[in-house]
């Protein structure tokens, strides 16, 4: 349920509201507006039917959020919530890139890439230090020396990074030394996980599952929300198909139609939703042209050497052109 509050609304009118909600066993989530304070409560949807809230002093209306997913819906908070990652903004007028390689191998590969991506025009870092790997005989990543190898790339940049966390009990290391914590499309319902990044506050972002819907997508975002923590960018990776010829089929409509439901900003992948380097440029511009806030590309300082993902994989100077080449999509549709 969302509670508006009138625009001249007391702390104390906001209070009375609260308490009484919280004493009903609503959990509260306050989502200050441009001009209006609104209250979000989730809790029991017989006892918000019976509460007569209308009639308490300070407040405008009240609605029923009848969506399973309640403070991630645009009912909840119609403005576009802007996710911070280290001094970069992802929702707001600038379209993000977030680049690197699919794994951190070694620190020359590392500050080799993050070089590259600065000078592209990249925004955030990308790498992975744990790595879910569909074979347990593949590399698996180099763990806390990996997040090491990151910290030190962004030192070397001022980059922000992002890194993939796969399990509960990694959670606060990768949280020490990463600005954003990636949920993977292979966890996006591993709750307890969703619920541990939640509680960090953390920005994070949340993979479409292999073959999620919008819904479970929503709900598990809606997770790390019910924590407090509202610093989730949902990025959209490619769903399973029938197709064989890429490695997965990218949803475009997920970017117009996660906008239309969600505050949250969306990104897209168009490396793991093709698995193929070629496809990237094409796809990334189809993604902006849909309106997506972001762009997640891996790139490798020598893709055909890479221990993953090196097939889709762009080098420095596919970087550089496909970042350059953004620019009129971009002003196309006013975020250049
Ligand atoms: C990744 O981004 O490194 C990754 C493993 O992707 P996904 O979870 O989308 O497969
Ligand atoms: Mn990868």
Redesign the pocket.
């Known amino acids: 349920m969302i509670v508006v509050m009138k625009l001249d609304a007391s702390s104390q009118e906001v209070d009375a509201v609260k308490s009484r909600l919280e004493n009903l066993g609503f959990k509260i989530h306050p989502i200050q507006g441009v001009k209006r304070l609104v209250l979000g409560a989730v809790g029991d949807r017989k006892v918000a039917n019976s509460l007569n809230l209308e009639s308490f002093p300070g407040v405008e209306k009240v609605m029923l959020i009848m969506k399973p997913y309640k403070m991630v819906s645009r009912e909840a908070k119609e403005e576009n919530t802007i996710v911070k990652v280290g001094n970069v903004e992802i929702g707001g007028s600038k379209v993000v890139s977030m680049c690197g390689p699919?794994?951190v191998e070694n620190e020359e590969q590392m500050i080799q890439i993050a070089r590259a991506v600065k000078e592209a025009g990249g925004h955030i870092l990308?790498g992975?230090a744990f790595?879910?790997r569909t074979s347990p005989y593949a590399f698996q990543g180099l763990e806390e020396e990996g997040l090491k190898m990151l910290a030190r790339a962004r030192e070397e940049t001022g980059l922000p990074v992002v890194t993939?966390v796969i399990n509960t009990q990694d959670v606060e290391l990768v949280a020490e030394y990463a600005d954003m914590l990636?949920i993977?499309?292979?966890?996006m319902q591993n709750y307890s996980l969703l619920k541990a990044v939640g509680m960090t506050g953390k920005p994070v972002l949340l993979?479409?599952g292999?073959s999620a819907t919008m819904e479970e997508w929503l709900m598990s975002a809606e997770y790390i929300l019910a924590e407090k923590n509202y610093n989730v960018v949902l990025?959209e990776?490619?769903i399973r198909t029938f197709e064989t010829y890429t490695r997965n089929t990218l949803d475009i409509s997920a970017v117009p139609l996660i906008k239309s439901l969600s505050h949250l900003p969306v990104v897209v992948?168009p490396?793991?939703a093709t698995g193929n380097w070629k496809l990237v440029a094409p796809l990334a511009k189809a993604s902006v042209a849909a309106g997506a806030d972001g762009l997640?590309i891996?790139a490798h300082p020598n893709p055909p050497e890479a221990l993953c993902?090196g097939e889709q994989s762009l080098s420095p100077r596919n970087l550089q052109r496909l970042l350059a080449d953004l620019k009129p999509f971009l002003k196309a549709v006013g975020r250049g």
Not at 184 to 187: A, K, L
């Open positions: 699919c794994a990308r992975g790595k879910p993939e990636q993977g499309s292979r966890n993979k479409r292999l990025c990776r490619g992948d490396s793991h997640l891996e993902d």
